[in-house]
C-alpha cells in the first residue's frame, strides 16, 4: 500500500523567506504526484502536479516542485513567500489502481 | 465552470444521532469521491464512485456509513447512528474520468462535530 509522510507539521516563516517543504512516498512502481493547498477558509485546491517528464514542475502563485525518484521525494519549494501564502499544504500520490492518499499536511504560517 | 457544491457547511449532533451530508459534482464528472478528514490529518478517502457504481468502499465503516449516487450525478453520505469519533471534515470530490491521468476537484467539506 502507498503512504505519504510531511516531514513538518507547523512551519512559521517571515515575508520575503524561502520556503521548502518536505514529502516522501512509500511506493515502488510508477506514481503521480500532486501538491494540494488549503487557504483558510477555502477548500482544497491544486497546486501543482507531476506526471511524466521534467521531474522540475512549476504551480500557481510561484511553487515549484522537484521529483527525486531515487528519494522517493516530492518537496515544494518557493523561494519568496508572502503573507498570502499562509495556508496548509498537502502532498498526495497516486498509484495506477490505487486510491489517492494524502500526507498528513503542513501548515505554514508567514508573519508579515 | 461551477465548482463541487456541499451542504450543510456545518453541523452539530448529538452521539446516536443520524446525518446526512450532500454533494453535487462538477457538471459532467463521472466520478465522486467522499474523503472524511479529521482534525491534524490529511483526507482520507472513504468510498469513490464511477457513475452511480461503487468503485472502492474498503475503508468506509459499513456498520454506521452509507452513500449513495442516484442517476449518476448527487450523492448523499449518512452517518447512522454517529459516535464521538466521526467529527471530522467531509469533503467531496470529483473527476472526469478514474484514470492515471486525472485531477480531482474538491469542494468546501461540511465541518460535523458530534457531542
Known amino acids: 500500500a502507498q503512504s505519504v509522510s510531511q516531514h513538518n507539521h507547523h512551519v512559521i516563516l517571515s515575508e520575503a523567506a524561502s520556503l521548502e517543504l518536505g514529502c516522501n512516498y512509500s511506493?515502488?512502481?510508477?506514481?503521480?504526484l500532486f501538491w494540494y493547498v488549503q487557504y483558510p477558509g477555502q477548500h482544497l485546491q491544486l497546486l501543482l502536479k507531476y506526471f511524466s517528464g521534467d521531474p522540475l514542475v512549476k504551480g500557481i502563485k510561484g511553487f515549484e516542485a522537484e521529483f527525486i525518484k531515487s528519494k522517493f521525494s516530492f518537496n515544494l519549494r518557493k523561494p519568496s513567500v508572502q503573507w498570502s501564502d499562509t495556508a496548509e499544504y498537502f502532498c498526495?500520490?497516486?498509484?495506477?489502481?490505487?486510491?489517492?492518499?494524502f500526507g498528513g499536511g503542513t501548515r505554514v504560517l508567514v508573519k508579515p | 465552470e461551477a465548482g463541487v457544491a456541499q451542504s450543510p457547511r456545518y453541523k452539530i449532533i448529538e452521539k446516536r444521532q443520524s446525518v446526512a451530508f450532500w454533494c453535487n459534482p462538477i457538471?459532467?464528472?463521472?466520478?465522486l469521491y467522499w474523503y472524511q478528514q479529521i482534525l491534524g490529518q490529511g483526507p482520507k478517502l472513504l468510498i469513490q464512485?464511477?457513475?452511480?457504481?461503487?468503485?472502492?468502499d474498503s475503508q468506509l465503516p459499513k456498520d454506521r456509513f452509507s452513500a449513495e449516487r442516484l442517476k449518476g450525478v448527487d450523492s448523499t453520505l449518512k452517518i447512522q447512528p454517529a459516535k464521538l469519533e466521526d467529527s471530522a471534515v467531509y469533503l467531496c470530490?470529483?473527476?472526469?474520468?478514474?484514470?492515471?491521468?486525472?485531477?480531482?476537484?474538491f469542494g468546501p467539506g461540511t465541518r460535523l462535530t458530534v457531542l
Open positions: 464512485f464511477q457513475n452511480n457504481g461503487v468503485v472502492d
Open positions: 511506493y515502488g512502481g510508477t506514481v503521480n
Open positions: 457538471s459532467g464528472h463521472a466520478t
Open positions: 470530490a470529483s473527476s472526469s474520468v478514474d484514470g492515471f491521468l486525472e485531477e480531482q476537484f
Open positions: 498526495a500520490v497516486k498509484a495506477a489502481g490505487n486510491k489517492l492518499t
